[in-house]
């Protein structure tokens, strides 16, 4: 089972999940930890092969469903039965394969920096990764990205949390997860007909290049989606902006409830 850490909250029968991006772990919410516990039950997880969980044995491979059902196999054992679940970038697909595969477990969604679509721009660093992964060592190739992603002084800080996170990661499991990259233009239609009924809310920062355009897009016309842009803030919201984030958040969580 998937390493995982329970607050819980004395009074409150509402419980929070969060799951972080690639090269993470749960580390990554320590601005969100305090703010939540305050009002929730919290769970804090960390992906196969990140933080404190163990690899994937190495015959079997990686997908977005595995991973999906790994998370819901912690909430089964934890005997919760709906949580309202916050993921950062890749986290955000996670949550969202969770919703489809597991609709009764999930009572809303928060992305901090949503991956949604890939445009132009993000698919041709995608393929320029593919090309350098096998020639580079990847944490070379893993901070090339951080600082595509995240190029402004004001993101240094988000920046070191995650180069400092993927050091934790051996170089094979780093290319078991790259290559879910591979499928994921389709992958990302497929979630946005399958999600498009569920509710969430995204909160992106005005600076993140590569991912705001496309969450504009995609929450336009629906109503089961809510968009708000942190100003000068890049893709790592609840790090940068987590005074920001957290009231959003908590505001959003106690609106469901």
Not at 9 to 22: A, K, M, Q, R
Not at 49 to 60: A, I
Not at 62 to 91: M, N, T
Request: with cysteine; proline share 4%; charged share 25%.
């Amino acid at each position: 089972m998937l390493h995982h850490k329970v607050l819980a909250h004395p009074d409150s029968l509402e419980w929070t999940v969060f799951i972080h991006g690639f090269g993470g772990s749960s580390n990554v919410w320590f601005k969100q930890v305090k703010a939540f516990h305050e009002h929730f039950n919290v769970v804090l997880i960390d992906l196969r092969g990140h933080g404190k969980s163990k690899d994937l044995p190495s015959h079997r491979k990686y997908s977005f469903e595995l991973i999906a059902r790994e998370v819901a196999e912690v909430i089964d054992y934890l005997k919760i039965q709906k949580a309202h679940f916050i993921g950062v970038s890749l986290g955000s697909i996670i949550i969202r394969q969770v919703a489809v595969n597991y609709p009764k477990m999930v009572k809303s969604m928060i992305f901090a920096g949503a991956i949604t679509q890939l445009d132009v721009k993000s698919r041709f660093f995608l393929r320029l990764g593919r090309t350098l992964q096998p020639v580079l060592p990847y944490m070379a190739l893993y901070k090339l990205f951080a600082n595509i992603m995240m190029p402004k002084k004001n993101h240094q800080e988000s920046r070191n949390i995650f180069i400092g996170e993927a050091k934790k990661l051996m170089n094979q499991e780093f290319k078991r997860w790259f290559k879910l990259t591979g499928r994921l233009t389709k992958y990302l239609s497929y979630l946005h007909h399958e999600n498009k009924d569920d509710k969430a809310l995204y909160i992106m920062g005005s600076e993140d290049h590569l991912f705001v355009g496309p969450a504009k897009e995609i929450v336009q016309g629906n109503p089961n989606l809510r968009l708000e842009i942190v100003q000068e803030c890049g893709h790592v919201v609840n790090v940068e902006q987590p005074e920001a984030f957290n009231k959003i958040a908590i505001d959003f969580i106690q609106k469901q409830t």
